[in-house]
């Protein structure tokens, strides 16, 4: 009787442990991102003599962070396994820090506002607004990313002159994703950042030629 009882036991005792390690949930992992420099860009053959300061990029507080929003059905919602490996500002900053030195446009070289530098030129940036949409109401279904910045180039001067603007600047871009799959939205950014890139780099080496041209025709006068 007493084995019988100490058997029942035994399998009853079992039996809630498995009960209990049935119940446990395995998460998925939380996948973080960042923005990756573009391949094979070629580098300026005549670089510009001078230095730029890139400050830090600034964003609407509602977007600032590592979190990514996704919109669907006019619904937006946070990807809590899907996120930036830190705040997406911090991460445009370096992003263009690189990118601009990477291009070998300008001689004085790319500083941060961490720096005590005097540069000849200040960047000002603001990201308006980032947008990743699944949109299933329409024919045919959409699945994008939209994202949109402000620029502006100062020059400074070292005397008592202050500073001058030499660029505005505000870019829109659009990229589509290949289907509704979350994990399609940080590399649809990072297309998008990478248009962005390309095109402030060179709107920017425009603006300072100009402005040099500018001085050179004001000194012969």
């Known amino acids: 009787?007493?084995?019988?009882?100490?058997?029942?036991?035994?399998?009853?005792?079992?039996?809630?442990?498995?009960?209990?390690?049935?119940?446990?949930?395995?998460?998925?992992?939380?996948n973080l991102y960042t923005l990756e420099q573009p391949e094979n860009r070629a580098k300026v053959a005549n670089p510009l003599n001078c230095s730029i300061q890139v400050r830090g990029i600034q964003m609407p507080e509602s977007?600032?962070?590592?979190?990514i929003m996704l919109t669907e059905e006019g619904v937006i919602r946070e990807l809590y396994y899907n996120r930036w490996v830190t705040s997406f500002?911090?991460?445009?900053?370096?992003?263009?820090?690189?990118?601009?030195?990477k291009s070998n446009a300008f001689e004085g070289?790319?500083?941060?506002?961490?720096t005590l530098h005097n540069p000849d030129y200040i960047l000002e940036g603001r990201i308006l607004e980032t947008k990743a949409e699944n949109d299933e109401?329409?024919?045919?279904?959409?699945?994008?990313?939209?994202?949109?910045?402000?620029?502006?180039?100062?020059?400074?001067?070292?005397?008592?002159?202050?500073?001058?603007?030499?660029?505005?600047?505000?870019?829109?871009?659009?990229?589509?994703?290949?289907d509704e799959d979350?994990?399609?939205?940080?590399?649809?950014?990072?297309?998008?950042?990478?248009?962005?890139g390309d095109k402030l780099l060179g709107d920017i080496i425009n603006a300072i030629k100009d402005d040099k041209d500018t001085d050179n025709i004001m000194d012969l006068e």
């Open 137 to 178: 109401e329409v024919r045919p279904k959409e699945y994008f990313v939209e994202m949109s910045m402000s620029f502006r180039l100062i020059k400074t001067y070292l005397s008592n002159k202050g500073y001058k603007d030499v660029m505005l600047k505000q870019y829109e871009v659009r990229i589509e994703r290949d």
């Open 182 to 196: 979350v994990e399609t939205i940080p590399p649809a950014y990072n297309s998008a950042m990478n248009q962005i």
């Open 1 to 30: 009787m007493r084995r019988l009882l100490l058997f029942s036991t035994i399998l009853i005792a079992s039996s809630m442990l498995n009960s209990c390690i049935s119940l446990r949930t395995d998460y998925p992992e939380i």
């Open 89 to 101: 500002d911090d991460l445009v900053t370096d992003y263009l820090i690189t990118r601009l030195t």
């Open 109 to 114: 070289g790319i500083i941060s506002d961490r």
């Open 63 to 67: 977007q600032r962070g590592s979190k």
